[in-house]
């Protein structure tokens, strides 16, 4: 035997170490992911030079197995092993990657071949994955080798300054890591608990993973199984035809803990500038912690080459896609040091955009030849899809024509955008909308009278983000996005002149009342003006142009209970017997103290017809009760 050489890591190895197990890695179990992920590398590589060697083909494993006696777990795979120069270049110097270069150089012997060989995609790209096993193990080593050499080599280190390397009697080819795990985490020697970790990060590694442990027989006697602890079946690597819809719910059982059925599946796989397969799954209800605010973080997994790297990547699609889960295996993915944080990185920004896209065009399929389905899906997320046309400004135009109203003249119906603009008749020239918290409220608000003759649709808005999701909208199809309880609206041309006209005269021949009105609820009004959208109701209550609506303001108001309080606007209809009855009392008697009470009232009512709340009922009752007495006396000659 070859005497032992000791060596010195490169670099400021020891404080990089250090940094290696105490900081990078926050999961301990990550380091027998990165063993195992090393293992199936050396395979890939091994069964790709067998395709020109037949000597190197052999039944592929990774096997690990511990011995809680001696304290230590090992890894080995009969892959393609190493030599002594590539033990010294790749376990001796942090960040140099053996992966790396062994694709570098398959990538120059394809260009000298013209025969084209497929190359491999393999995982491991900055070689630092090796030395999370220090996290566990105050001492490493690493038994290989390399096929065709006639040597093998043992690697030992404890993980400070420096390694030794000797000659060993390994016979077979490949490697063995054992690691001399720390007394704190021996429960890494136990099989259920490295079955737990196999399972969760290394499942649909395609070799298989075996670990020999004791169990019971039916007679409660110690006998040894070989277990073979992944499964090997990455799903969405196989052809949809090959996999029955029970096994793919059942994946997505698994995914997500939802033992339903999902309400749609989407198989992706990208080319070019970023390759990577998906399989992604559309949610059929809402989760039970989104009702709490609560986001789904977590049931979007990233593989890299059927590795598990993380179920928490934020960039990997648009928070609001929070009823999307499944599986994203790329191929070519650069991974940062630790594996577990994806920064800012390009490629996760492309296979974003990607997903949405893709996700976007099947609910956009959905809506056009699934309608029931969609309407089902919608009613469950729609919040989502709405602070999407919120967030993504670069994808709104796609979003808002998923989003679903009620409306004025499609009772019992939900429709688009699209359609609601589509049907509009050719002398309504904006798309009006009101805001409250019932249908039957808003099918009865006098604001609307003037609309309903003209035949003019209007958009219901019953969830309280709906009117912010239309402001940042502002204008589909070129027009306007408009409420109808808010500013002027326009009426078809032909009417619009003489309305305006009437109006105008109304304010001339009533402006004694008028100003009367604007003295009496100076407190409560920002204006009284003759209106042209009332044909029915004695009056209503419209914001001005630029405040925000009764609707946005509840929703401020509940945000901040600080927010500003902001007058409407009191518009009346000339032609309504009340407004005449007022006038002609005005008219009689100006001082007339009944009208104070009148003024009130009509506020009240305006309030009431929409749906709101009066600031004080009990005086509101008093008043009608006052006047209904007054009225049933004056019936009845008393």
Not at 592 to 616: M, R, T, W
Not at 621 to 633: C, D, F, G, P, V
């Amino acid at each position: 035997m070859a005497n032992s050489e000791n060596l010195q890591f490169k670099a400021e190895i020891q404080q990089l170490l250090s940094l290696m197990i105490h900081s990078i890695y926050s999961n301990k179990d990550i380091f027998l992911r990165e063993l195992i992920a090393n293992a199936a590398d050396a395979i890939d590589k091994a069964r790709f030079l067998s395709l020109t060697n037949p000597d190197l083909v052999r039944d592929w494993e990774i096997r690990i197995s511990s011995d809680p006696a001696a304290k230590t777990l090992t890894v080995a795979d009969n892959g393609v092993g190493m030599d002594r120069d590539e033990l010294v270049q790749n376990l001796g110097t942090i960040a140099h990657s053996g992966t790396k270069a062994f694709m570098e150089a398959v990538r120059k012997a394809k260009e000298a071949d013209n025969k084209g060989t497929d190359t491999l995609d393999l995982i491991g790209q900055f070689g630092v994955g090796f030395y999370s096993a220090f996290m566990a193990a105050d001492k490493v080593v690493v038994e290989t080798r390399k096929a065709g050499a006639d040597k093998a080599y043992r690697w030992e280190s404890d993980g400070k300054e420096s390694f030794t390397i000797t000659e060993c009697d390994l016979s077979e080819i490949g490697t063995r890591v054992t690691l001399f795990v720390k007394d704190e985490y021996t429960e890494y020697l136990d099989y259920w608990k490295i079955s737990s970790i196999v399972k969760k990060y290394s499942d649909f590694i395609e070799y298989p993973i075996r670990m020999k442990h004791t169990v019971k027989d039916k007679d409660g006697k110690d006998i040894e199984e070989d277990s073979t602890m992944n499964s090997m079946k990455a799903i969405w690597l196989r052809p949809e035809s090959e996999v029955t819809e029970e096994e793919f719910n059942h994946f997505y059982t698994y995914l997500t803990q939802d033992y339903g059925k999902p309400t749609k599946r989407i198989s992706f796989n990208a080319e070019g500038a970023s390759e990577f397969k998906s399989l992604l799954f559309l949610a059929a209800h809402m989760p039970f912690n989104f009702q709490f605010g609560m986001k789904n973080k977590k049931n979007l997994h990233l593989y890299v080459k059927r590795v598990f790297i993380t179920d928490d990547c934020p960039g990997l699609l648009p928070e609001y896609m929070g009823f999307v889960s499944g599986v994203v295996d790329s191929s070519d993915l650069p991974l940062n040091i630790s594996r577990e944080m994806l920064q800012d990185n390009p490629q996760i920004a492309r296979i974003c955009k990607s997903l949405t896209k893709r996700v976007l065009s099947e609910l956009a399929k959905m809506l056009a030849n699934e309608r029931s389905a969609y309407e089902t899906f919608y009613k469950e997320f729609g919040r989502m899809i709405k602070e999407g046309v919120h967030m993504d400004y670069s994808n709104r135009e796609k979003l808002q024509d998923l989003l679903l109203f009620e409306s004025m003249n499609h009772p019992g119906k939900l429709i688009t955008l699209k359609e609601y603009s589509d049907a509009m008749p050719a002398t309504q020239k904006e798309i009006y909308y009101l805001s409250g918290d019932t249908r039957e409220a808003l099918e009865n608000s006098p604001q609307l009278e003037m609309l309903k003759k003209q035949n003019f649709d209007v958009l219901f808005l019953l969830d309280p983000v709906d009117e912010f999701v239309l402001s940042d909208i502002g204008k589909y199809a070129d027009r306007e996005i408009k409420s109808v309880a808010s500013g002027e609206v326009k009426f078809d041309e032909s009417i619009q002149k003489d309305l305006e006209e009437k109006a105008k005269k109304a304010a001339e021949d009533n402006k004694s009342l008028v100003d009367f009105l604007k003295k009496a609820l100076e407190n409560k009004v920002k204006d009284v003006r003759f209106s042209s959208r009332l044909t029915e109701s004695p009056c209503c209550l419209v914001s001005d142009k630029f405040d925000p609506s009764v609707n946005m303001q509840k929703i401020l108001k509940a945000m901040d209970k600080n927010a500003p309080d902001y007058k409407r606007i009191l518009e009346l209809n000339a032609d309504n017997p009340l407004i005449q009855a007022m006038k002609t009392l005005h008219d009689k008697n100006p001082e007339d103290p009944k009208l104070s009470e009148y003024a009130e009232l009509l506020y009240d009512q305006a309030i009431i017809s929409e749906g709101g709340l009066v600031s004080d009922p009990v005086v509101f009752a008093k008043r009608t009760i006052e006047l209904m007495t007054n009225s049933i006396q004056k019936d009845i000659g008393a």
